[in-house]
Nanobody, 119 residues
Framework: QVQVEESGGGLVQAGGSLRLSCAASASIFSGANIGWYRQAPGKQRELVASITRFSITNYADSVKGRFTITRDNANNTVYLQMNNLKPEDTAVYYC?????????????WGQGTLVTVSP
């Protein structure tokens, strides 16, 4: 069974940085697409950044220029480097792994990691 686990959240002051990690327990990782989502209190979950199995990246407008998503297939891990954090970035950040039909059409969510940005 495929599992993903986020780590790296915490409390940081505005303007600071954090790096989140999303580790997967699967040898299919290199064939998976990974998305980072976040959900703030009282708001819907939104896509923050994604990286395909071909390392094509996509970012929400609100984080462009501040966040960078990268992947390390050798270690089954995707990173989200977050710089110049703002209080509005406060949320629980979730990692989602998906695979194409050739790899069982999986969709697996992690449990989330809390990011709190103080003013």
């Amino acid at each position: 069974q495929v599992q993903v686990e986020e780590s790296g959240g915490g409390l940081v002051q505005a303007g600071g940085s954090l790096r989140l990690s999303c580790a997967a327990s699967a040898s299919i990782f290199s064939g998976a697409n990974i998305g980072w989502y976040r959900q703030a209190p009282g708001k819907q979950r939104e896509l923050v950044a994604s990286i395909t199995r071909f390392s094509i990246t996509n970012y929400a407008d609100s984080v462009k220029g501040r966040f960078t998503i990268t992947r390390d297939n050798a270690n089954n891990t995707v990173y989200l480097q977050m710089n110049n954090l703002k209080p509005e970035d406060t949320a629980v950040y979730y990692c989602k792994l998906t695979t194409p039909p050739s790899l069982r059409s999986l969709e697996v969510w992690g449990q989330g990691t809390l990011v709190t940005v103080s003013p």
